[in-house]
């Protein structure tokens, strides 16, 4: 009953702009407020050290010291500042409000607060100063969760998650070891921060599942007669197959997925070996294919000429004495040595 009701209070909704108004306008009414309530707060103490204050003197000092100490100070929060691709996401009371993006200069509700994602335990900041903390391929310190927690502005310019190498098996059970960039953005701020706890935590984490399904429907290598897809061969096939994959399973925590790619592809350490013989006898049988065809076409053209210009009449036994010896010279690694036959013919 309790998963039920946290999946219905995800936020699924899309990002509204919230009320504000210019920054610098509010900036100077409020310092000129203030300046008033200094003035009026002195003429209030002035004028209360007199035998008998008016009433209207008591109201101008305790309203000059109401604004002087609190309503002032708090007014000056609502002042914003945002720089290019940021966002704000604003809450009133627990209420998402709506999302300030920048940039400029803007004032809102002094009672708004800006929420951020959450990060990691200030608890164990003292551990995570001694050692880094990993999650999924994903390394940050104390001093990046502190960062983390003390700016609550989201960005939205297009980032860079380069996830630890993998051992992953292929299509045929081969282990192998890979590697990925994903270039990535935040699209929809209140989603990046309402729906998953660490957006940037929860993409490294998808990245390495999502990777782990593509790879699975795949050979490492294939012949090209074949015609099979392969990651070696069909880079380009994977790496869109790949950013669906991932964009499917960040759109709830608002995010857009803008390339991913593989940056390293081998065969793990312990049938690197074994699949290098592999590959070069495949590659030897394929060149000895291409010689012996060649070999033949060759026989053939010059068993051809030499009938069709009849320089020499050749028998059955001749005709496969001749080209024994020309596939033997044709298809051998070496340069033949010529034999020179000094008798007759026959």
């Not at 003035?39 to 109201?59: C, K, M, N, R, Y």
């Not at 809102?108 to 999924?136: G, R």
């Not at 392969?230 to 991932?246: H, M, P």
């Amino acid at each position: 009953m309790a998963a039920s009701q946290g999946q219905s209070q995800r936020f699924e909704g899309e990002e509204v702009v919230v009320r504000s108004a210019n920054g610098m306008t509010m900036l100077i009414i409020i310092s000129l407020l203030m300046l008033a309530s200094i003035a009026g707060f002195v003429w209030g103490v002035i004028q209360l050290e007199a035998a008998h204050p008016t009433l209207l003197e008591i109201v101008v000092f305790a309203v000059s010291l109401l604004y002087l100490f609190i309503i002032g100070p708090v007014m000056y929060i609502g002042l914003k500042i945002l720089k290019p691709n940021e966002a704000l996401v604003l809450t009133l009371f627990g209420t998402y409000i709506g999302t300030l993006r920048g940039p400029g200069f803007f004032y809102v509700n002094p009672f708004c607060s800006a929420a951020s994602p959450a990060s990691v335990d200030p608890s164990s900041a003292s551990q995570a100063k001694e050692k880094p903390v990993t999650i999924s391929s994903f390394k940050f310190s104390a001093g990046q969760a502190s960062l983390q927690q003390t700016n609550k502005k989201i960005s939205l310019k297009a980032m860079t998650l380069n996830n630890d190498k993998q051992k992953i098996n292929d299509a045929l059970g081969n282990p192998i070891i890979i590697g990925i960039v994903v270039v990535w953005r935040v699209v929809n701020a209140a989603k990046a921060v309402f729906n998953v706890d660490n957006y940037t935590e929860f993409l490294s984490i998808q990245c390495d599942s999502a990777l782990r399904n593509i790879v699975r429907l795949y050979p490492y290598d294939a012949s090209d007669e074949e015609g099979e897809k392969s990651l070696r061969g069909s880079s380009q096939e994977v790496a869109d197959k790949l950013k669906d994959e991932i964009q499917a399973k960040v759109l709830t925590a608002g995010l857009e997925i803008i390339e991913a790619r593989i940056t390293h592809l081998s065969y793990a350490p312990e049938i690197a070996a074994a699949m290098l013989q592999r590959q070069q006898a495949s590659a030897i049988i394929a060149a000895r294919q291409m010689i012996v065809e060649g070999a033949v076409g060759m026989v053939e053209m010059a068993l051809a000429k030499l009938s069709e210009q009849q320089i020499v009449e050749l028998d059955e036994e001749r005709k496969a004495a001749m080209v024994s010896n020309l596939l033997v010279v044709l298809c051998a690694n070496k340069d033949a040595q010529p034999v020179v036959n000094s008798g007759s013919l026959y």
